[in-house]
């Protein structure tokens, strides 16, 4: 069954940089999200995207987020400079088309801030 | 604006008893409901959805989920809990815009299996 890919599994940053969370979506789909999960805490949607620009974002994905398509099949999460709060499991999804659900999900990219 | 709320955080039962995760929502119109479980390091897995018509529905790996619409409710269910159930259960529903498939999450509830 086909698969959202993330990667890395694990990725550690010192405050201040920034940090590039890459995905591979099911080849088929053409709408894209991430999600974080803050330790303890609900996963929370931050953005979606379709159609090379975003559909919808959340007070989370402030002008620190951005998100790109850049080669038809990696999708990225950059945050500019990251801070101390933004440590989380981030989660990539994907759905074949508009209104469709269930999204698939990736494993998640653990993101930890020193 | 909606909201799913799962009122056990953390929820105990032996191995081969019955379970009940309870999922309150808030929406105002027909709410497509749906539960994940996410087992230790791993993404979150669909185990079964509700768009509409009949308000049982069933699901991977032997659970299922009622519908009521009067309670805003959408319990998951399993008869016979394995030990292989152990893992983090979430219950979401799409959320603003459907047009972007939004999904808002539930607190999630964790499940333990006592031998």
């Known amino acids: 069954e086909p698969e959202v890919t993330q990667t890395p599994s694990h990725q550690v940053t010192q405050m201040g940089q920034e940090v590039i969370l890459r995905c591979v979506p099911i080849s088929n789909h053409l709408y894209f999200y991430w999600y974080r999960q803050i330790l303890g805490q609900k996963v929370e949607f931050l953005v979606s995207?379709?159609?090379?620009?975003?559909?919808?974002k959340s007070e989370i994905f402030d002008d620190q987020f951005s998100v790109e398509r850049p080669d038809g099949s990696n999708f990225t999460l950059k945050i500019r400079s990251t801070k101390l709060e933004d440590s989380a499991m981030y989660f990539c999804a994907s759905s074949e088309r508009q209104g469709s659900w269930p999204q698939h999900f990736g494993d998640g990219t653990r993101l930890s801030i020193l | 604006a909606q909201s799913v709320t799962q009122p056990d955080i953390h929820i105990t039962v032996s191995e081969g008893a019955s379970l009940e995760l309870r999922c309150n929502y808030s929406?105002?119109?027909?709410?497509?409901l749906f539960w994940y479980v996410q087992s230790p390091g791993q993404g979150l897995q669909l185990l079964l959805k509700?768009?509409?018509?009949?308000?049982l529905v069933q699901g991977i790996k032997g659970f299922e989920a009622e519908f009521k619409r009067s309670q805003s409710s959408f319990n998951l269910r399993k008869p016979s809990v394995h030990w292989s159930d152990a893992a983090e259960y979430f219950c979401a529903v799409v959320g603003g815009s459907s047009n972007t498939g939004k999904l808002i999450f539930g607190q999630g509830t964790t499940l333990q299996v006592k031998p």
């Open positions: 929406y105002g119109a027909t709410p497509y």
């Open positions: 509700y768009f509409s018509g009949d308000t």
């Open positions: 995207f379709y159609n090379n620009e975003i559909s919808e």
